[in-house]
């Protein structure tokens, strides 16, 4: 598969710069930073959770880790707990699995971002396919995904 469709459209027709980065098979997003030789930090991983009846995209660096029960709290819901494939495989039809791009406002989801990626100038995330990744300004993603940014829930 190839970058994501949807993604290269959006980002084309915005005429936001970026560059894709192809690389060899990475599935978690350490190896996607090892691969491509990006920082933890400056890698935006992508994890999708359910609640409040409805599935939520959570980007993050890719040496975070997501507290469920304070991410719920942060954002006022009761529970919150990680998707499975199941939940979110038929959402992204142009994407590996496991390989979403971090753009969830393509794809009908809402956005929460740790307050942390705002450190860096440029990110770096999976293109849809676990062989390339994509850096862009970070302002360039928050302008365009325009995700909610949380703090206390992500460790």
Do not use: W
């Amino acid at each position: 598969m190839t970058i994501s469709a949807k993604l290269k459209d959006y980002l084309d027709s915005s005429q936001i710069p970026y560059e894709t980065l192809v690389h060899r098979t990475a599935y978690t997003a350490q190896e996607v930073a090892a691969a491509t030789h990006v920082p933890g930090q400056e890698l935006a991983k992508t994890v999708l959770v359910r609640g409040g009846g409805k599935l939520l995209m959570v980007v993050m660096p890719a040496p975070a880790k997501l507290d469920l029960k304070a991410f719920a709290k942060e954002i006022g819901i009761e529970k919150v707990e990680l998707a499975s494939e199941e939940d979110f495989r038929d959402r992204f039809p142009d994407c590996d699995t496991g390989a979403m791009p971090p753009f969830g406002n393509l794809y009908g989801l809402p956005v929460y971002a740790d307050e942390s990626l705002k450190e860096d100038e440029k990110i770096v995330f999976n293109a849809g396919t676990h062989e390339e990744a994509i850096r862009v300004a970070f302002g360039d993603f928050e302008r365009l995904v325009q995700p909610q940014f949380v703090s206390k829930s992500i460790h």
